[in-house]
């Protein structure tokens, strides 16, 4: 099973700032198996980032997904309101089980 | 427009059982791997399980936790997902969204990713 440690676990951060947050594998992974999230509060979880670094259709450019091996990360270039939420990575392997880390909560300063 | 929309969830006395459904539309149903995910109160998100579709062998998997516990199935004919609950426990106690893992083809790469792409809005389960 493919641990992810996500830090920090939380953040306090203002509009327009520039944030990056990391998602640590247990293990060396594919980048293809590398997934971000997003979940605003009493919402079901959003897909943004597939593959580590492709975007899923609509999501802005500001986020940006990267990383290889056991290091990943997501940055967002220039925070939003909206933008404030709970992050989580996720690993989809070949292989169950499916696993996501323990997320990341931005919240405003 | 893909719609998943789960029911079922309630509250339930440890040692029972419970019968989650999810009814989709948008999307053939019939070609999909469908997946549990849930959420403890207050917590992060945990895999429960998912099925493949019939073409792939229509077989599940499970986390740990809920192996021999849990079973999902699906109903094709009626586009519905479900996840039968047997043996609950209090830390079952949960938030339970049905999902769709889609795959997604990199032609730069020429490789393949999966990944939740769509979502319910969950169920909740209290088992107390």
């Known amino acids: 099973e493919i641990v992810l440690t996500q830090s920090p676990g939380t953040l306090s951060l203002s509009p327009g700032e520039r944030v990056t947050l990391s998602c640590g594998a247990s293990q060396s992974i594919n980048t293809t198996d590398l997934a971000w999230y997003q979940q605003k509060s009493g919402q079901a979880p959003r897909l943004l980032i597939y593959?580590?670094?492709s975007r899923v259709s609509g999501i802005p450019d500001r986020f940006i997904g990267s990383g290889s091996g056991t290091d990943f990360t997501l940055t967002i270039s220039r925070l939003e309101p909206e933008d404030f939420a709970v992050y989580y990575c996720q690993h989809y392997g070949r292989s169950p089980p499916i696993t996501f880390g323990q997320g990341t909560r931005l919240e405003i300063k | 427009e893909v719609q998943l929309v789960e029911s079922g969830g309630g509250l339930v006395k440890p040692g029972g059982s419970l019968r989650l459904s999810c009814a989709t539309s948008g999307f053939t149903f019939s070609n999909a791997w469908m997946s549990w995910v849930r959420q403890a109160p207050g917590k992060g998100l945990e895999w429960v399980g998912r099925?493949?579709?019939?073409?792939?062998?229509?077989?599940?998997d499970y986390d740990a936790p809920v192996k021999d516990r849990f079973i999902i199935s699906r109903d094709d004919s009626k586009d519905t997902l479900y996840l039968q609950m047997n043996s609950l426990k209090t830390e079952d106690t949960a938030t339970y969204y049905c999902?769709?893992?889609?795959?997604?083809?990199?032609?730069?790469?020429?490789?393949?990713?999966?990944?939740?792409?769509?979502w319910g809005r969950g169920t909740t389960v209290t088992v107390s």
């Open positions: 593959g580590a670094s």
């Open positions: 999902t769709m893992d889609q795959a997604f083809y990199n032609v730069l790469t020429a490789s393949l990713s999966s990944a939740f792409d769509f």
């Open positions: 099925i493949k579709n019939k073409i792939d062998g229509g077989t599940t």
